[in-house]
């Protein structure tokens, strides 16, 4: 006897059940979305002819052609990169940016959550936040596809994210002040509530301590991303009795404050001290001597995070959770062998 499971018409959901798959994979079928595996295309298929499934027209959500950009703050080269790479890859699908600066923990959420669903964005580009579960809870209710950018903290497997490798920076930073033959060296640390910065500490204690040399406290100080941090630091470093003769610093900008307090002691770079920084802004190239630094991929990860927001619109369900692209160290004029004696 053939049962009525096997011979009746079938509900999505049931369908869904026999092959084995999610309800949204039968739908991708149902649809002709490309992004469905060739075996689990055929098997759908094949249930849903012989369970006689009724397809019905697809309604879809009408898209507005338009994508969020948001930020905690704006006023850094860091965002202006961000803002081109996401741009760049949404022109070319025919896209506009929306870009705005907002503080999640202050009351312009909600008018903020109400004006993207009001102007029907297809999907929301967040760079640097740390998201608690009621606020996930909230930007999951505009229905719409999310990716995180260099997200702070871990946001769980609630959304997509993309960044840096920045234990790895970390790591190869120090390595090569260590090749060179320095053995103190200084840590200037970043924003201790972003995840990135405790990632660019543990690849330098990682580095000193694969080279046999315990990590001193007193060489690690921290900052927060700024210039004027950098320059804190370097001088509270120089007036130890056993000071560093090179300084990793968490950012570019921290590097730069660094070479302000290094002339002001009268010390010369690198001759005297040698600075390693960390992105790789337009500034480390033309600055004297050129800052030795590691190069974040910002653009591409903007680029990368639009072009996942896109295969998101697209129905793919395939997309990692976690995309992480590798730094590169650049290496200019402020590094250099300690001087000897």
Known sequence: MVSKQETGRATISEIAREAGVSVPTVSKVLN??????AETRARVEEIIARRDYARRPAKRRQKAGLVDLVFPGMGSEWALEIIEGVERVAQLAGYGTVVSSLSLDGSRIRPWLANVAERKSDGLLMAVYQLDA?????IKSLGIPVVLIDPVGQPGPDLMTVGAANWDGGYSATQHLLQLG???IGM??????LQCSSAREDGYSSALRRAGIAVDPALMVPGDFSIE?????????LQLEDGPTAIFTGNDDQALGAYRAARAAGLSIPEDLSI???????????VEPGLTTVRQPVVQ????AMRALLR???????LPQRIELGTELVVRGSTAPPRKG
């Open 32 to 37: 002709g979305h490309a992004h469905v595996a």
């Open 134 to 138: 009621k606020q996930i809870q909230r």
């Open 182 to 184: 320095h053995k103190r």
């Open 188 to 193: 200037i640390g970043g924003r201790e509530d």
């Open 229 to 237: 941090s950098g320059e804190a630091a370097t001088r509270k470093l």
């Open 276 to 286: 390693v920084g960390f992105d790789d802004i337009p500034a480390a190239e033309w």
């Open 301 to 304: 990860m903007a680029e990368t």
């Open 312 to 318: 998101h619109l697209d129905g793919d369900e395939e």
